[in-house]
């Protein structure tokens, strides 16, 4: 099992969509979590960490379930400038890979 | 600036030839990462620093490559004898914590060609 895994997509969905993404890890030791975004051709960069209550950063929910090693993000009123590659961060604090494990990335692209 | 600066940002090399690739971190931070991304692919990891030693080269695909880091500042990442399966975008990020925050600062990468 990959230490972390996304759906790849493509999402294709079109302005003003609700869109979720989801995410799971293997290592239940795993301690923090985070989303990135990654525009094409560009750096990534860090979207927002995950907290266990769950957190809101304007249009974008992300919520953990540590139960189910399970992450997520929920894009509401999506806009054109959404469309990126959305990638899941995992920390495992005294691990390997520099304590941060990256997922593939979920393609996201907003349609008119 | 004030961000990661990588050096250079695009290169194109023959079969066979050695390749340098620099990255400043950001001023103060301890940790710095590199990473490999072939086109639509992930992030792959290749070695991380903290300060001046590499507590994990894990990712390093072969003896070919290898990274140092001097001053607790600038990186060199070193790829000897480059093949075609080498050509993909080069990152780097520093952050301050070593990832305890998740907070890694990337630079624009270098476009490795290998012809």
């Known amino acids: 099992r990959k230490e972390v895994e996304q759906d790849p997509g493509p999402f294709n969905v079109p302005e003003g969509a609700t869109v979720a993404f989801n995410c799971t890890y293997s290592n239940s030791a795993s301690q923090s979590f985070f989303w990135y975004r990654q525009d094409c051709r560009k750096e990534p960069k860090l979207l927002m960490s995950v907290y266990s209550s769950g957190n809101e950063d304007g249009r974008f929910t992300a919520q953990l379930n540590r139960a189910s090693q399970y992450i997520s993000l929920l894009i509401r009123d999506s806009k054109l400038s959404d469309s990126a590659t959305y990638l899941c961060v995992v920390n495992n604090y005294g691990g390997s890979q520099g304590n941060l494990i990256f997922g593939k990335g979920t393609k996201l692209s907003v349609k008119p | 600036g004030a961000g990661v600066s990588q050096s250079p940002s695009n290169k194109v090399t023959e079969k066979g030839k050695d390749v340098e690739l620099r990255c400043d971190p950001i001023?103060?931070?301890?940790?710095l990462y590199w990473y490999r991304q072939s086109l639509g692919q992930g992030l792959e990891f290749l070695i991380y620093?903290?300060?001046?030693?590499?507590?994990?080269k894990s990712g390093l695909p072969s003896d070919r490559f290898s990274a140092e880091r001097t001053g607790g500042s600038v990186s060199t990442l070193t790829i000897q004898r480059t093949q075609q399966e080498d050509s993909a975008v080069y990152l780097c990020?520093?952050?301050?914590?070593?990832?305890?925050?998740?907070?890694?600062?990337f630079g624009e990468g270098s476009r490795l060609t290998v012809l």
């Open positions: 990020a520093s952050s301050w914590t070593g990832g305890r925050t998740g907070e890694l600062f």
């Open positions: 001023s103060g931070h301890t940790a």
């Open positions: 620093f903290q300060g001046n030693s590499a507590p994990d």
